[in-house]
């Protein structure tokens, strides 16, 4: 949608768009698919401990597929919207089956190469399509196509579903009737973790690990995207394949950084690198959209590097992410962090919507007013311990109810 919705909205209102309006619909889009991926990730990702990993998997990509394609039959604004949401739907619960999975068949690799690889694909499919609409630009007399392209994962999805191997750890826990199959994804603890998550003792925690988890969603999604309907507003029908260009440039710098990430910062530590990445990701942010613009010889190099750095962010909290949080309530307090932060974005995005409208339609000053939430993880950052061992020291203490250092560093490798 990033690459499309200006001419979406175009073709959609007719008379009626103005380029106010149209980035007030990106911004609706947006959150609309955010508010999807949240409740997604809750109620999909749960469907892969009760009815398996691959099948969960399965109806994950069908439902991003198949609403996605759907999209080429709208006739509103409306409609579309209502699809974007349906779509997130399928996003949200990709992930952490799609993880699941491949960490419970691939148990020899190391965390930062599985989500490095996960990551780096999920990236380099958007660098595929930045490509393709090169070629075929996406124009407000011609989008539909794009849709349909986005549903030939549906075939996938059927693969999936009919003769991808399930997880051997799951059906080992079915076959023996296990209540508690991965120890921090059992089933059977959740209402329990969600009510110790928010007690008094875990409580600064959570919160500290939602800001976390936020700060580069909402980064990415309320001020990095606008980079591409700006491109799309100012190249225009000169050049209609600029903003697919664009997306191609941030894209191959965020299917580098995805993979490099979690190598690159579990070399620096964990408060150490967020740090820096928040830094930069501030300041590569603010000089993409008031020291260069699109159409200018230096825009597409800032791009990348701000696609390289800002992406790192996600190679951190796979790595670090969990370890913020106890042994026992370790998975569910991950996956409330990161779905909490994916509801903060719907919200983050509508705002940066209403000041994009309150600023008439400024993207160049939206993007660069929005970067600040960038520079909120430099501060937030020196709540979390610095050291693997202030963890495991509170943890074998009973400080935060620890289930012993032992268990807590074998996860950690």
């Known amino acids: 949608m990033p690459v499309a919705s200006l001419s979406v909205s175009q073709g959609l209102l007719g008379e009626a768009y103005t380029p106010a309006l149209g980035g007030e619909w990106f ?3 947006t959150a609309s698919l955010m508010l999807g991926a949240a ?15 691959a099948r969960a998997m399965g109806v994950s990509i069908l439902f991003y597929s198949i609403f996605a394609a759907l999209g080429a039959f709208v006739r509103t604004q409306e409609e579309m919207l209502v699809l974007r949401f349906l779509v997130g739907l399928g996003v949200g619960g990709m992930w952490p089956n ?23 694909g999920l990236n380099a499919g958007i660098l595929l399509l930045s490509q393709v609409a090169r070629l075929w630009p996406v124009t407000p007399e011609s989008w539909r196509w794009l849709f349909y392209l986005a549903g030939a994962p549906a075939v ?34 959740g209402g329990s973790s969600i009510r110790e998550l928010f007690g008094r003792e875990l409580l600064p ?45 941030w894209a191959l710098g965020a299917t580098l950084g995805s993979f490099a990430g979690a190598q690159i910062v ?3 530590g964990r408060r150490l690198s967020y740090l820096l ?11 993409m959209f008031r020291f260069t613009a699109p159409l200018e010889g230096g825009f597409h190099g800032i791009v990348f590097a701000q696609g390289f750095v800002a992406t790192l962010f996600f190679g951190w909290l796979a790595l670090f992410l969990p370890e913020v949080f106890p042994l026992r309530v370790r998975a569910t307090g991950s996956g409330l962090a990161y779905n909490s932060g994916r509801f903060a974005t719907a919200v983050g995005v509508l705002f940066a919507g209403g000041l994009f409208s309150f600023l008439g339609g400024d993207y160049s000053r939206v993007g660069a007013i929005c970067a600040a939430v960038y520079a909120l993880g430099a501060i937030v950052i020196w709540l979390v311990p610095e050291r693997r ?19 807590d560093v074998r996860v950690a490798k």
């Not at 799609?98 to 148990?107: D, K």
């Not at 990445?277 to 000089?287: E, F, H, K, R």
């Open 39 to 53: 409740i997604g990730g809750i109620v999909l990702g749960n469907l892969g401990d009760r009815i398996g990993r």
């Open 27 to 29: 911004a609706w889009f």
């Open 205 to 249: 925690i959570t919160l500290t690990a939602i800001v976390i988890a936020s700060v580069p969603l909402i980064g990415a999604w309320s001020a990095s995207k606008w980079m591409i309907p700006w491109a799309d507003k100012v190249a225009g029908a000169a050049d209609p394949g600029y903003k697919a260009a664009t997306q191609g440039w």
């Open 277 to 287: 990445i928040s830094i930069g990701t501030t300041i590569l942010t603010v000089a």
């Open 156 to 189: 996938l999805g059927i693969i999936v579903l009919v003769a991808l191997p399930e997880s051997p750890s799951w059906l080992a826990g079915r076959a023996k009737a296990s209540k508690d199959e991965d120890k921090d994804k059992g089933p059977a603890r």
């Open 266 to 268: 579990g070399r620096i």
């Open 389 to 407: 061992n202030e963890l495991v020291a509170d943890e074998a203490a009973g400080v935060g109810g620890g289930a012993g250092a032992g268990g």
């Open 98 to 120: 799609g993880m699941a999975l491949v960490a419970e068949c691939w148990p020899t690799a190391s965390r930062p190469i599985v989500s490095g690889v996960m990551s780096a």
